[in-house]
């Protein structure tokens, strides 16, 4: 069964420190990779996306993730964590193929960033 | 930017209603989606139309219906409300294509009393 999978629940981190949160996939072929963050009473917002090419994407506020093809990882990192990072992050694939509509999401990672 | 706008952030409904969330875009997308979110569970596809009149289920479509008579509007209906129906609902949309990203509206918190 195709999946994503976000093993933390929650991260904590100090303002200023690196943040990593991770997201591992299962799908066929070669997927779409997507992350969305989701701050409080609010609907998802775009941060980035990897399609082909660089391993290295960089997205919105500072975020980049980094697609490992042989790990089947797509993590999403910030060099310096904000206070105002603190949200609930989605990571999503989309399939290659057939049923390209299907996004199939994480369970979500909440990000805390203390001062 | 585009703007998807779901017509109520808090709806309260009684048990056996019959329950209507409006969602509408304004950057003529041909895809247009609902989803449920549910702590630990993450983003579960109800239902999604990439045309209008058009419409697929998705994973966890039991208990509802959706119509899209208009491109720019999609509906989701609840047939006869239930609370293990409590949750919230994002509506979506995105361009036709593969590597397009999807925009979401604000979120309706349905709770089924």
């Known amino acids: 069964a195709q999946s994503v999978a976000q093993p933390e629940d929650q991260v904590n981190v100090a303002e200023g420190n690196p943040l990593t949160v991770k997201c591992t996939y299962s799908?066929?072929?070669?997927?779409?990779l997507f992350w969305y963050v989701q701050y409080p009473n609010r609907g998802l917002q775009f941060l980035l996306k990897y399609i082909t090419g660089d391993n290295l994407v960089k997205g919105s506020y500072g975020f980049e993730a980094e697609f490992n093809k042989s790990q089947t990882s797509f993590h999403l990192k910030k060099p310096s964590a904000l206070v105002s990072d603190s949200a609930l992050y989605f990571c999503a694939v989309r399939p290659f193929g057939g049923g390209y509509n299907k996004l199939i999401f994480g369970a979500g990672t909440r990000l805390a960033v203390h001062p | 930017d585009v703007k998807v706008t779901q017509s109520s952030r808090y709806l309260v409904k009684r048990t056996g209603e019959k329950v209507f969330l409006e969602c509408v875009q304004d950057?003529?997308?041909?895809?247009m989606f609902w989803y449920r979110q549910d702590p630990g569970l993450g983003l579960r596809l109800i239902y999604f139309?990439?045309?209008?009149?058009?419409?697929e289920k998705g994973d966890i479509p039991e208990g509802y219906s959706v119509s899209r008579e208009k491109k720019e509007r999609f509906s989701l209906i609840l047939e006869s409300a239930s609370t293990n129906q409590t949750s919230m609902y994002l509506c979506?949309?995105?361009?036709?294509?593969?590597?397009?990203?999807?925009?979401f509206g604000q979120g309706t918190r349905l709770t089924v009393v």
């Open positions: 799908v066929s072929g070669n997927p779409y």
């Open positions: 979506a949309s995105r361009e036709q294509g593969p590597n397009t990203e999807a925009f």
């Open positions: 139309s990439y045309d209008v009149k058009m419409k």
């Open positions: 950057m003529d997308h041909e895809n």
